[in-house]
């Protein structure tokens, strides 16, 4: 495991001896006071943000030794971070039950989804399922993370560091590896709710 990805559970509480971790502990969630909301409506706050375009990735993590198989979730929330050191950074839902997997591999790999994966990406936003059956992917170099047959561009990363942000954890990656694949296809992108495709 990552000696990172070591340090990230050591702050958490998390058990550090050598062997699979049982279990993430998940950060504490307060509730939050009337008095401490914004007046601002749920529907509304998506509705207004859901103008910014964004593309759409698959973060994945390669199974963990406790025999659970590979991890993924669709995620929209990503970014480039820094040239140096190279990072990037995605963001995951404090609640999620596949974050605690990622976080136990201490490693993961952002697949960059192309214009005609929407389909995919529907199947790795469904939770509980099995994500990966019959879907064909390889090990990425560094990490041996999934690497999604079909996506246009991929990073492999070690967790560098974790963040929280309201009820989102903030999650930024050493990149070890990248490439992209032969190929023109467009960027898959979320717009308003739905998937699109980039004309120039």
Same mark, same amino acid.
């Given at each position: ?8 559970? &050591?702050?958490?509480?998390a %058990? ?13 969630? &307060?509730?939050?006071?009337? #008095?401490?909301?914004?007046p /601002?409506? %749920? *529907?509304?706050? !998506? !509705? ?16 963990c ?15 480039? /971070?820094?040239l140096?050191? %190279? ?14 997997r +990622?976080? !136990?591999?201490g ?9 005609g994966? *929407?389909?995919?990406? !529907? ?8 994500k ?5 992917? #390889?090990?990425? %170099?560094?990490? *041996? ?13 070690? +967790? ?5 942000? *309201?009820?989102?954890? +903030? ?15 467009g960027?898959?992108?979320?717009? &308003? ?8």
């Amino acid at each position: 495991m990552a000696a990172t990805a070591v340090r990230y559970l &050591r702050s958490v509480g998390a %058990p550090t001896a050598t062997g699979p971790f049982a279990t993430l502990p998940r950060p504490e969630l &307060r509730a939050v006071g009337d #008095d401490e909301r914004a007046p /601002l409506d %749920p *529907g509304e706050f !998506r !509705r207004v943000l859901g103008h910014f375009a964004t593309g759409v990735t698959v973060i994945t993590a390669p199974p963990c030794p406790a025999g659970e198989g590979p991890a993924g979730f669709a995620c929209q929330s990503f970014a480039s /971070l820094s040239l140096d050191p %190279p990072l990037v950074a995605f963001m995951v839902a404090r609640t999620s039950t596949t974050w605690p997997r +990622i976080a !136990r591999a201490g490693v993961f790999c952002v697949n960059i989804l192309g214009a005609g994966q *929407g389909e995919l990406c !529907r199947a790795f936003a469904v939770s509980g399922a099995d994500k990966f059956a019959g879907v064909a992917y #390889d090990a990425a %170099p560094v990490s *041996g993370s999934p690497r999604l047959a079909g996506a246009p561009a991929w990073v492999d990363c070690a +967790i560098q560091a974790v963040h929280t942000g *309201g009820d989102h954890l +903030i999650v930024v990656g050493r990149v070890d590896a990248l490439g992209t694949t032969d190929g023109d296809a467009g960027p898959l992108l979320f717009h &308003r709710g739905g998937f699109g495709r980039f004309t120039p």
